[in-house]
């Protein structure tokens, strides 16, 4: 979590805990993994599933109808003759009278030696992904820009919530720590005027001094209070109940 700000010097001075630089590096790097992804998806819809596919039907075209011309040529007596015109398109000949072998084909062209055959539905997918992640980019920047003004914000009897919720520490009647200390993420169950429960969130991760807000929260606070029980409490009252 990121340090707190300086806590206010009295319990009846607002708390304001703005967007952390923490929020904003990893939103950046949700971003920069997106544009890399599509970026990559892009790559192989433009060229990386066609050549491959190119690479595959040169392949097809290797087994079923070059070396059948080059077994018809050597039945035939006319194998000089085949072999000739075989140099002259710079395709292999084979050696000492042996069919030519793909594998030596491909390996002088740089090429795999077992090319997938795409369809054109798998390179029209890579497209498809490849917009999905650029959305996701776009997704990203329109959050920060949503959650940039942000603030939550403690007073000395409520807090109001990053999208303008005010809550009063009374009104709260379960509050949940159980994510607190490894996740920085507690809840809050209140009612509204009308009766209705909702359930309101403190992120410390996000929103720097939620902690401060939290802590005047429960200073107030007389209701359910959930919190991590340690294995050595755990074991404690287990041994307890069984001594009972």
């Given at each position: 979590?990121?340090?707190?700000?300086?806590?206010?010097?009295?319990?009846?001075?607002?708390?304001?805990?703005?967007?952390?630089?923490?929020?904003?590096?990893?939103?950046?790097?949700?971003?920069?993994?997106?544009?890399?992804?599509?970026?990559?998806?892009?790559?192989?819809?433009?060229?990386?599933y066609p050549?491959?596919?190119?690479?595959?039907?040169?392949?097809?075209?290797?087994?079923?109808?070059?070396?059948?011309?080059?077994?018809?040529?050597?039945?035939?007596?006319?194998?000089?003759?085949?072999?000739?015109?075989?140099?002259?398109?710079?395709?292999?000949?084979?050696?000492?009278?042996?069919?030519?072998?793909?594998?030596?084909?491909?390996?002088?062209?740089?090429?795999?030696?077992?090319?997938?055959?795409?369809?054109?539905?798998?390179i029209a997918?890579?497209?498809?992904?490849?917009?999905?992640?650029?959305?996701?980019?776009?997704?990203?920047?329109?959050?920060?820009?949503?959650?940039?003004?942000?603030?939550?914000?403690?007073?000395?009897?409520?807090?109001?919530?990053?999208?303008?919720?005010?809550?009063?520490?009374?009104?709260?009647?379960?509050?949940?720590?159980?994510?607190?200390?490894?996740?920085?993420?507690?809840?809050a169950w209140?009612?509204?005027?009308?009766?209705?429960?909702?359930?309101?969130?403190?992120?410390?991760?996000?929103?720097?001094?939620?902690?401060?807000?939290?802590?005047?929260?429960?200073?107030?606070?007389?209701?359910?209070?959930?919190?991590?029980?340690?294995?050595?409490?755990?074991?404690?009252?287990?041994?307890?109940?069984?001594?009972?």
């Amino acid at each position: 979590m990121e340090t707190a700000p300086k806590p206010p010097s009295s319990a009846s001075e607002p708390i304001l805990c703005r967007v952390t630089s923490w929020y904003y590096r990893r939103m950046g790097i949700l971003a920069g993994l997106f544009l890399i992804f599509g970026l990559m998806f892009l790559h192989d819809g433009v060229r990386g599933y066609p050549q491959e596919l190119a690479i595959a039907q040169k392949k097809e075209w290797f087994m079923k109808e070059f070396l059948p011309s080059f077994e018809a040529a050597k039945k035939e007596g006319r194998l000089a003759q085949w072999m000739e015109d075989a140099k002259a398109k710079d395709m292999p000949t084979g050696v000492d009278g042996d069919s030519p072998r793909w594998k030596t084909y491909a390996a002088k062209n740089g090429w795999k030696e077992e090319p997938k055959l795409y369809s054109e539905r798998e390179i029209a997918e890579q497209f498809h992904w490849a917009y999905g992640c650029f959305a996701g980019v776009l997704i990203v920047g329109i959050l920060v820009l949503l959650n940039r003004h942000k603030v939550l914000r403690g007073e000395a009897d409520h807090w109001v919530t990053p999208e303008g919720v005010q809550i009063r520490y009374t009104d709260v009647f379960r509050v949940d720590k159980r994510k607190w200390e490894h996740k920085g993420f507690a809840y809050a169950w209140y009612r509204t005027p009308g009766g209705a429960e909702k359930r309101a969130v403190f992120d410390d991760l996000k929103y720097g001094g939620a902690d401060k807000v939290l802590e005047r929260l429960l200073a107030s606070f007389s209701g359910e209070l959930i919190e991590k029980v340690s294995e050595s409490e755990s074991a404690e009252s287990t041994s307890t109940e069984v001594e009972k």
